[in-house]
């Protein structure tokens, strides 16, 4: 086996933040794929790549939000919006649940918010592979103590992915695999086996009841049936947008993504290696949406930096 010869990733010890006792209508929405942490040491932050070319985003609390890298779960929360919120609830409580968060309750209200849980904040560390273009540490997700010292280079080989959080979801049926092709190939290869997997079980996770894949179309008019949908969430991401600003039916849909090349029709690679963009991930007709491929088996390619 060849042995890489230089590690992309970084260790980053800190603390998991899902609640602030002092203002916690005010606090953290932990989901699936996203939560609060805390570095021990921000420099270690502020060294790593940025991706994009946008610097890490720390809020006066001294915490960055961290996007689990490879995977994406279904929205709790986007813009107002939301998607089937009965696996979107369910990747966000076994996420919180895998970082050893317990007796969480949420507010009425704000259900996103956290009301009280018994242990906070707690210890954890990411396997951090840079800045993306939110401002987000970008990284493998685990809960407790590290053995290596905080701002160690690693290698991330199979077994130490599978111990992430990521990899969990994946395994639970409750994430789709969404690779950038920031992430080394032969993790993305290793994760694609997992969701593979994942697929095959008939009784465990989302994939039973998706509405939208390559072999399964959905009729979306709007909003309101886009939110009952279970469909791959980036592409969920830009109709709740489209929906949003007005549209109905998706008889625009294919030229409003194509007018912003940045932040709607992301350039990818396609599963025969040819360059593509989010237009070529989906088919219309009519009303009616199903996708080219599955969404682990495209390669994605980040926000380009900004020009000056």
């Known amino acids: 086996m060849t042995r890489q010869t230089k590690s992309r990733y970084t260790i980053i010890k800190g603390k998991y933040w899902i609640h602030y006792p002092d203002i916690p209508k005010r606090g953290p929405e932990p989901d699936g794929d996203t939560v609060r942490f805390e570095p021990a040491n921000p420099q270690f932050v502020l060294d790593l790549p940025w991706h994009s070319g946008r610097g890490p985003n720390f809020n006066n609390r001294k915490n960055i939000a961290v996007r689990y890298e490879g995977i994406d779960t279904l929205e709790t929360?986007?813009?107002?919006?939301?998607?089937?919120?009965?696996?979107?609830?369910?990747?966000?409580?076994e996420n919180l649940r895998l970082l050893g968060f317990r007796n969480i309750t949420f507010f009425p209200d704000l259900?996103?918010?956290?009301?009280?849980?018994?242990?906070?904040?707690?210890?954890g560390y990411v396997i951090a592979n840079g800045i993306e273009a939110n401002g987000r540490l970008l990284g493998l997700v685990y809960p407790g103590k590290c053995g290596l010292k905080d701002g160690e280079k690693v290698f991330?080989?199979?077994?130490?992915l599978n111990q992430s959080v990521n990899a969990q979801l994946v395994e639970a049926g409750l994430s789709y695999v969404e690779p950038y092709d920031t992430m080394p190939l032969s993790l993305i290869?290793?994760?694609?086996?997992?969701?593979?997997?994942?697929?095959?079980?008939?009784?465990?996770?989302?994939w039973p009841q998706e509405d939208v894949n390559t072999n399964k179309e959905a009729v979306i008019s709007d909003l309101a049936k886009l939110e009952t949908l279970i469909l791959w969430p980036k592409l969920f991401r830009r109709l709740a947008t489209y929906f949003s600003e007005g549209h109905t039916g998706l008889g625009q849909f294919d030229a409003w993504i194509r007018e912003d090349p940045i932040h709607r029709d992301d350039t990818l690679r396609?599963?025969?290696?040819?360059?593509?963009?989010?237009?070529?991930?989906?088919i219309i007709n009519g009303d009616s949406l199903k996708l080219q491929f599955n969404p682990e088996?495209?390669?994605i390619t980040p926000d380009p930096k900004p020009m000056f």
């Open 77 to 93: 929360h986007f813009r107002g919006t939301n998607q089937q919120l009965s696996f979107a609830n369910a990747a966000r409580d």
């Open 111 to 123: 259900p996103n918010k956290v009301q009280s849980v018994e242990k906070h904040p707690l210890p």
């Open 156 to 160: 991330v080989d199979k077994d130490l």
């Open 189 to 206: 290869k290793d994760l694609r086996k997992l969701i593979t997997k994942a697929r095959k079980k008939p009784r465990k996770g989302l």
């Open 270 to 282: 396609l599963p025969d290696g040819e360059k593509g963009n989010m237009h070529d991930t989906y």
């Open 297 to 299: 088996d495209l390669l």
